[in-house]
């Protein structure tokens, strides 16, 4: 083989040594249809071996859901959905997608277009033979579909459903919409694709899906310090925070692959998996779905009976001043002290403080939760006039609920460093208790003020991590005679 000419008739192909997934990300992106390689130790043999092995390339991109083709199989909703995206205005047919399906998801889909239902289609012009005897919908849904490859006809091949996409409005959806791909609609922050980031979804403060998404990319590192690997639960604004919010702890098909789950055992047996992130590029997926606040659990996924963080949230009855709340999260500082436990502050960009308690793991669920449904109600027991440990409104009434609820198993609480789905888009920032002392409210920090807290260590780390073990029962028990 040796000497042959560069473009002769027979012509050797060039070795590439090293990551195949690199090499196959750079065929991809210069259009290839994908690379075939070789055992660079096995010999050259016609046929099939496992020897050699064929990657395609694989492309995703959002379709719009125009209806759908009836099954012949009992039990089974649909065989395919058709999908259509809007050009110049038009909905344009771009072929059915009939895999990637389970029954949950087949249900789910056939129920989400019912009400959607109309009997013409909803393109113009003649359809494909394929399409006949579909039902038609109202294009409103938007899909994400793995895709082989556009057909002269611009229609998708070898099509794989991958999840519905809550956060796309179906009239932004383009066939070229490709999830690697930065087109004039996207913009790719700290490598992640975010849709629609000029959209409003702080009106007040004039902030964008996409200003969201730079605020988590900015305090990632710092964030994940307190949220990595914690169950979640993401409060998601789709249409910011004038529209329909929601709270979601499961998370459905097409999330983000940065946005991690874990099964957990629930309180009636059954296991649920759970959302988690660990990177950076989590974080900045949830913010693509719409995310505005991510609250987290106590304890870690590697010992999830196992809290290592205690939580006191400090809730004002309307008409009480922070100062008031101030002088109870001192009063709170004091008391666990005395039980032997360090704690630090975090303003929560709502309304309160929440008094943050770092544990060692060593107690499981309902030790924590006694204890601070303990050191709460001794707390308002002893200040009736100012405290109360019940959840009744009618006692709120003038007091400050100090909520040791936070601390039940599958309970949640804001995360630091997270923003507020609230008028001002506050974000909870944790300071020291000498800060505590001089601010005069608890939603003053933003976005903006981020680079000067990251540039300083975290407060939260001030305090050292204690266990709810014997000593510090003990000292609870002293100082609720006191």
């Known amino acids: 083989m040796q000497g042959q000419p560069p473009r002769g008739p027979l012509r050797l192909s060039p070795v590439l040594e090293g990551s195949g997934a690199e090499a196959l990300d750079a065929i991809c992106e210069a259009g290839g249809e994908g690379i075939i390689s070789k055992r660079i130790d096995a010999p050259y043999r016609g ?10 390339c694989i492309r995703r991109a959002e379709f719009v859901v125009a209806g759908w083709s009836p099954s012949d199989k009992r039990g089974r909703a649909f065989s395919s959905l058709i999908l259509g995206s809007f050009e110049a205005g038009a909905l344009v047919y771009r072929g059915r997608v009939g895999s990637g399906f389970d029954g949950a998801e087949l249900d789910a889909l056939h129920a989400a277009m019912a009400p959607l239902a109309r009997k013409t289609p909803p393109f113009k012009g003649a359809l494909p033979s394929e399409a006949e005897g579909a039902r038609w919908v109202t294009p409103k849904l938007v899909v994400e579909v793995d895709y082989a490859e556009f057909t002269g006809e611009g229609r998708i091949r070898h099509g794989v459903y991958k999840g519905r996409r809550e956060d ?13 791909t930065q087109t004039g609609d996207d913009r790719t922050i700290a490598g992640v694709r975010i849709s629609s980031p000029g959209r409003t979804v702080y009106p007040g403060a004039g902030l ?3 200003a969201v998404a730079e605020h988590y ?6 964030m994940l310090d307190h949220v990595a690997d914690r169950p979640l639960a993401l409060l998601r604004c ?13 998370a459905g098909k097409g999330f983000p692959d940065g946005i991690k789950t874990l099964p957990i055992e629930e309180k009636d047996g059954d296991t649920a998996d759970y959302m988690y992130a660990a990177t950076r590029e989590g974080l900045l997926g949830a913010a693509q779905m719409g995310t505005l606040e991510v609250h987290i659990w106590g304890a870690r996924r590697d010992r999830i009976e196992r809290p ?19 002088r109870a999260a001192e009063e709170l500082r004091a008391g666990l002290e005395a039980c032997g436990l360090e704690a630090a502050p975090m303003v929560t960009g709502g309304k309160g403080v929440h008094v943050i308690v770092p544990l060692r793991r060593i107690s499981g669920w309902e030790t924590v939760k006694v204890f601070a449904k303990t ?7 002893r200040h009736p006039e100012r405290y109360t440990a019940s959840i009744s409104k009618a006692k709120r009434k003038g007091r400050i609920f100090i909520d040791w609820l936070r601390n039940e198993r599958g309970a949640t609480a804001i995360a630091p460093y997270s923003l507020r789905a609230r008028p001002g888009a506050a974000v ?50 002293d100082w609720s005679r006191g």
């Open 308 to 326: 290592e963080r205690l939580v006191f949230d400090l809730d004002p009855d309307e008409g009480l001043g922070f100062d008031a709340v101030k």
């Open 168 to 180: 796309k409005e179906a009239e932004t959806v383009s066939a070229r919409a490709e999830a690697d």
């Open 47 to 56: 046929g099939r071996s496992k020897s050699w092995i064929k990657a395609k």
């Open 217 to 222: 990319a900015r305090v990632a590192d710092r």
């Open 208 to 210: 964008t899906k996409g």
């Open 375 to 381: 050191f709460a109600t001794v707390l308002a027991e």
């Open 238 to 250: 789709p249409q910011g925070i004038e529209g329909e919010c929601f709270f979601q702890k499961h």
């Open 428 to 477: 909870a920032v944790p300071v020291t208790w000498a800060e505590l002392s001089e601010l005069d409210r608890p939603d003053g920090f933003h976005v903006d003020d981020m680079d000067p807290r990251l540039a300083r260590p975290c407060p939260l780390r001030a305090a050292t991590p204690r266990g709810i073990g014997t000593e510090v029962v003990e000292a609870l028990e």
